[in-house]
């Protein structure tokens, strides 16, 4: 251990565990970043959180936090020190009559959902994946796919947040709201968050139903009943077969039905997918057929086909995510999505003017040789007037990506990394889709893998960002929860401070593919 550290500690007259590990290797879950953080930590209680962040201040380190490192970017990468939450996880109380619960931030959504089961409650909303913590879905604005839903911090009631003076202060909309509106989408910047207190709702089981059918039978019906047909909606496009399968789920009380399983699912269709997808990294121009065998044999090759199932919400929201990947996932108006979907079609397929459906796409960077994944994940929320929620005071966090006047649509392009190679089509691609996006209006996913510059992100929040900055300076004016990420994209163009921390070297790892950060803080710089 540093002797600055160990000095330090040796001074703490308390008997406070500090739960420091060397020679720790972060990654995100997709190996496409990669750290060394001096110290990593699992605290288990309270005083211990805010017994690391003082000592981290003495010491002028920086510190980031981070729960199953989700996000495939390099925002919870650092060479200082690394707070994982995981072990800081229990529920404190629960209201089984009115909903409310209060938990520990560091509790994963698999693990909260199981315990809210037992009683008789549920999460009202989830996003495609349960592996993130509480405070890491809040944390980057993860959303579900449902006009009747915003992001998933509409429901939560008070914030407990550590700031970086090592005090833990409460925040609602009616205490501190400038800090809970913040703290809602803090991008890890503004402290740790460490209690968490929402409104859950009575268990609830979905029927789902995904039909696979022409695209162009699914943009026929987007302005009709597409998004309102049942409580949650989610599309699946495929933009070489020009099919997409549409998902939607409503609430019933009939008996459990689980999926049907067909030998081709599962381990063989797995790997099967994964082999086809590694093979296409030297032979591109076979990904149309790709998609064409890989989602016929698991939706059917005949349009009109229908699966579906009943299960608990906790079940019937999710997806597998399957392979170490790439996204890129931005937020437009709800009504410019067939805009959307003609045009990346257009580009993608080179469609001529002939052909039924082109429509001018305007994107200035040639599709020539270019062959990418699919699909393209295609979900919806809703933060409007029309949403009940989104009219309470001081709940709508300053950097919402979503729409303030109108539902919201999200575009999530992934590329996956078959055995963790990058694809070569990364680059073209997803500099025409950003192009689109901003063409549009779009906001990108905070968690997810956009270019967008700082002086874009300005032009897209205005106010709204200010206001965050001048939150998170007022909390954190040294920038002890400040890193190379927020500097790039969120934090103002200027002076770094103090304990911020300075990206110095990207380095390539051979055998996952991804990039090693390093990174150094204050006056090491």
């Not at 999926?259 to 081709?264: A, L, W």
Request: proline share 7%; hydrophobic share 35%.
């Amino acid at each position: 251990m540093d002797p600055l550290v160990a000095s330090e500690l040796a001074r703490c007259a308390d008997d406070i565990p500090f739960r420091a590990k060397e020679n720790h290797v972060h990654s995100t879950w997709a190996k496409t970043f990669l750290s060394r953080p001096e110290l990593y930590f699992q605290p288990e209680t309270l005083p211990e959180v805010e017994k690391i962040v003082k000592l981290a201040h003495k010491c002028r380190r920086r510190i980031t936090t981070t729960g199953c490192g989700h996000s495939p970017s390099s925002l919870t990468c650092t060479s200082s020190w690394l707070v994982n939450l995981d072990k800081y996880n229990h529920i404190l109380a629960v209201d089984a009559a009115s909903g409310i619960v209060t938990i520990q931030s560091g509790i994963r959504l698999y693990a909260l959902c199981e315990e809210l089961e037992k009683h008789g409650l549920a999460m009202p909303n989830l996003g495609s994946i349960n592996q993130q913590s509480i405070a890491g879905a809040i944390s980057t604005g993860t959303h579900g796919s449902s006009l009747r839903h915003g992001l998933m911090s509409e429901d939560v009631l008070s914030l407990r947040i550590t700031i970086a003076d090592g005090t833990t202060k409460f925040c609602s909309p009616e205490e501190n709201p400038e800090l809970f509106r913040a703290s809602l989408l803090s991008l890890g910047a503004i402290g740790i968050i460490t209690e968490v207190t929402f409104r859950a709702v009575p268990e609830f089981i979905l029927r789902w139903k995904q039909v696979i059918d022409t695209d162009a039978k699914m943009l026929s019906r987007w302005d009709r009943d597409l998004w309102t047909q049942t409580e949650f909606v989610r599309v699946w496009w495929y933009p070489y077969t020009r099919r997409a399968v549409v998902w939607t789920a409503e609430q019933t009380d009939e008996p459990l039905v689980a999926p049907k399983v067909s030998y081709y699912d599962n381990t063989l269709g797995y790997y099967v997918y994964h082999n086809l997808l590694y093979v296409s990294q030297f032979f591109p121009p076979i990904l149309p057929w790709v998609e064409w065998f890989v989602f016929g044999m698991q939706y059917g090759f005949r349009n009109g086909t229908t699966s579906g199932a009943v299960q608990p919400s906790r079940k019937a929201l999710l997806m597998n995510c399957l392979y170490s990947q790439y996204v890129n996932e931005w937020a437009i108006p709800l009504h410019k999505g067939p805009e959307a979907l003609r045009r990346l079609s257009s580009w993608l397929n080179q469609l001529p003017r002939s052909d039924p459906d082109y429509v001018p796409h305007n994107i200035p960077f040639s599709a020539k040789g270019l062959y990418v994944h699919a699909p393209v994940e295609v979900r919806v929320s809703n933060t409007s007037p029309s949403n009940p929620k989104s009219l309470v005071p001081n709940t709508r966090p300053y950097l919402d990506p979503t729409a303030e006047d109108g539902p919201t649509l999200y575009l999530n392009a992934t590329l996956y990394r078959p055995y963790y190679s990058d694809p070569p089509c990364r680059a073209r691609y997803y500099e025409a889709f950003e192009w689109l996006m901003l063409d549009l209006g779009g906001k990108p996913h905070w968690a997810k893998n956009f270019e967008a510059d700082r002086a874009e992100i300005e032009n897209m929040y205005g106010s709204n960002l200010r206001q965050w900055r001048k939150v998170r300076e007022s909390v954190d004016p040294d920038g002890l929860f400040a890193g190379a990420w927020h500097r790039r994209f969120v934090l103002e163009n200027g002076p770094l401070l103090p304990l911020e921390e300075l990206e110095i070297t990207r380095k390539k790892v051979s055998n996952v593919g991804g990039v090693m950060f390093e990174g150094v803080v204050g006056t090491a710089r």
